[in-house]
């Protein structure tokens, strides 16, 4: 029975995901070990967002219509996100920088998009992560900024000092 069950809610669970993206393909099967992996024991699969983890899941295994459906998806509310926290110069590069780590292999083969386990909508996933490396950006611009400090040791040693200079 309790299998019987489960079967239903998955089959279900995939036809929403199916229809939410109907030009992607995403085996029953494949969803259903994807979702496995990411549900938290007690959590219902009603919680969890059938549309945007079978993007992910598509996206996941290096599907090109997947990754183009996660930029078009996402790349307007990075835009948006970034702008709202001042990062007004380096946008484009930021947004192309969080969607590169979320849909290329990165070190040991996995997607950043694997991370997603779908409690949330996909998009608000992207927003973190974007305001994250944005700030990560700032911290490193900050620490690469020059101080006071390194404009007087600039100018000390900048021109010799003629009465240092006869010595």
């Known amino acids: 029975m309790l299998s019987t069950e ?3 809610q998955l089959l279900a669970f995939a036809v929403r995901g199916r229809n939410t993206w109907p030009e992607l393909s995403v085996s ?6 994807y979702v496995a992996a990411r549900i938290s024991p007690g959590q219902s699969l009603a919680e969890l967002e059938a549309g945007d983890l079978y993007l992910a899941c598509a996206a996941a295994r290096g599907d090109a219509e997947a990754g183009a459906r996660v930029r ?15 990062l007004h110069d380096a946008i484009d590069e930021t947004a192309q920088q969080v969607l590169s780590e979320l849909l290329l292999p990165g070190d040991g083969g996995r997607r950043g998009i694997e991370a997603y386990r ?6 608000a996933f992207v927003k973190v992560i974007a305001l994250r490396t944005a700030r990560r950006a700032r911290q490193r611009t900050a620490r690469e900024q020059p101080t006071q400090r390194d404009h007087l040791l600039e100018r000390a040693t900048e021109a010799p000092d003629p009465e240092v200079e006869g010595l």
């Open 28 to 33: 029953d099967e494949e969803l259903a070990r």
């Open 72 to 86: 078009e998806l996402c790349l307007p509310r990075l835009a948006a996100a970034l702008s709202s926290v001042g």
């Open 6 to 8: 489960l079967d239903a």
């Open 118 to 123: 779908g409690s949330g909508p996909l998009a």
